[in-house]
């Protein structure tokens, strides 16, 4: 019914133990077109004569390259072979007992490298005959140092299925992955076991990307080929600065200079360091640099002013323009009727209902609350223990935002609005600092570290060499297509 080059299987009886893993096995369709799929279901027979001089090879699925262990599980595409995947508990020999001529199937086991473990201890685990153990630890040693195998990491086995029980196993192929890069592989072959080592390389250069908006910047940059990390650590650097999302428009430049971590086919695939960050507004130019101290590393700005993503500081008006104050911070305020004292103990912002309202500075938020009188719908955010910050009159939270949760400077906490004690659209804010109100606009906030001194010195000569690195950087080209 099928030409010689087809390999055929038909599983015609099953027990209901092995039910269950059949339904694991994966047909290899080599020149088998869809409509010559077989039944699965049954004892496994197969056509010999389309079995003879059959390359075998292809038992082997080779895995390069990054892929973890579990990628390996994935359900594999139709030029995959069979194999069948032990299931936990089982008992491989006796569940392939029933099975006849199994031959063509693969049993892939996995094992974890336990401490005190060496390559010998683990091959004899797996039940393999002794001079299959002594060389494949031997084909292993020739590409990888067997001294340095850790703990916990995870090696993948396929052994023959067809192997009698009782019988030692019979090992097709192994493989495991020492780091992100590298992963070692053996194989069966007709002369022995040979050894593989796969090693993804990486190249590293140092590359600026630059560009205008058309769309978004996160759109933009990933159709340049920039990758998500490198774009949102680019944002990250201006975080207090620029809303990504609402300050850059249509037609403003950007600039990312960074060292590039490339695959030998040239896709960008992280960056270890971002060196520089520019967008260049209709409300002027930000830029940012990297400097690295003995013990932080942060963005300043030309003139040695650290962005807020790594250092405390508040914000004086924490909402999005437009807004504009409407009533200052006066403890003494009086009643313009009744002249009674109404002391005014924090800032009020006039601004459109729905203005985006921010995390005046990294904390956590402390309260979420709704008071029909008063505050209305509120939030405080807990800084520190010296800040603490209100923010009143909301007509409504982000959906996320929960008792409890981390908020970062410049992050939506809520939306302008005037519910509570309120006459019109704006925001109340207050700031407290060791439990008392004072004034958000006069008070001296604290701010994200200016350089001084050795320091600024430093910064200076690190940003003109960040300039002068642009000229070297290898420009980003948008792939083709
Ligand atoms: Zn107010």
């Known amino acids: 019914m099928l030409a010689g080059s087809v390999l055929l299987l038909t599983i015609s009886t099953a027990t209901t133990a092995q039910a269950d893993w059949i339904s694991t096995l994966v047909r290899y369709e080599r020149n088998l077109t869809a409509a010559n799929t077989m039944a699965v279901g049954g004892a496994v027979s197969q056509d010999q004569s389309s079995r003879r001089g059959f390359d075998f090879s292809f038992l082997t ?47 892939r086991k996995y094992a974890t490298i336990a401490s005190g473990d060496n390559l010998v201890k683990i091959l004899n685990k797996q039940g393999l005959a002794r001079s299959d153990v002594n060389a494949i630890n031997s084909a292993v040693n020739g590409v990888f140092d067997l001294t340095k195998l850790m703990p916990g990491w995870p090696m993948s086995f396929n052994l023959d299925a067809s192997v009698e029980p009782g019988a030692p196993g019979r090992l097709i192929s192994l493989h495991f992955e020492p780091s992100e890069t590298i992963t070692v592989s053996v194989e069966r072959t007709t002369e022995g076991f040979a050894a593989h080592r796969d090693e993804t390389v990486y190249i590293e250069e140092l590359m600026v990307a630059s560009g205008t908006i058309r769309d978004n910047f996160w759109k933009d940059a990933s159709a340049m080929g920039l990758p998500g990390s490198i774009i949102a650590n680019a944002i990250e650097t201006h975080r207090c600065t620029t809303d990504f ?66 250092s405390f500081s508040l914000m004086k008006a924490p909402l999005a323009r437009p807004y504009r104050m409407s009533s200052p911070f006066n403890p003494r305020r009086k009643h313009p009727i009744t002249g009674k004292v109404r002391p005014h103990r924090g800032v009020d912002y006039a601004a459109a209902k729905g203005t985006k309202i921010f995390a005046a500075g990294d904390g956590f938020v402390r309260a979420k609350r709704t008071h029909s ?77 200016k350089l001084a001194g050795s320091a600024r010195k430093s910064f200076l000569i690190v940003r003109d060499n960040t300039l002068n690195m642009m000229d070297d950087a290898k420009p980003v080209v948008a792939p083709k297509g």
């Open 245 to 310: 999302s609402k300050d850059i428009q249509i037609g403003d430049r950007f600039t990312v200079l960074f060292d590039a971590r490339l695959t030998e086919e040239g896709k960008i695939v992280d960056s270890p360091k971002i060196h520089y960050v520019s967008v260049d507004t209709r409300g002027g130019k930000r830029e940012v640099f990297r400097f690295e101290q003995k013990n932080s590393t942060g963005y300043f700005d030309r003139d040695a002013k650290q962005s807020c993503a790594t």
């Open 61 to 107: 699925r080779r895995v390069k390259g990054k892929k973890s262990l579990s990628r390996i599980r994935e359900p594999l595409d139709e030029n995959d072979l069979m194999f069948a995947e032990q299931h936990v508990g089982m008992n491989m020999s006796s569940e392939l007992r029933a099975v006849e001529r199994p031959a063509m199937l693969e049993l």
């Open 373 to 449: 009188g008063g505050y209305g719908k509120h939030v405080i955010v807990k800084h520190n223990g010296i800040y603490q910050t209100l923010y009143a009159h909301m007509s409504r939270f982000p959906k996320n935002l929960r008792v409890g949760s981390r908020v970062k400077k410049g992050q939506v906490i809520g939306y302008v609005g005037t519910t509570g004690s309120s006459t019109g659209n704006h925001l109340h804010y207050e700031i407290k600092k060791y439990g008392k109100q004072i004034d958000p606009v006069k008070s001296k906030l604290p701010r994200g570290q």
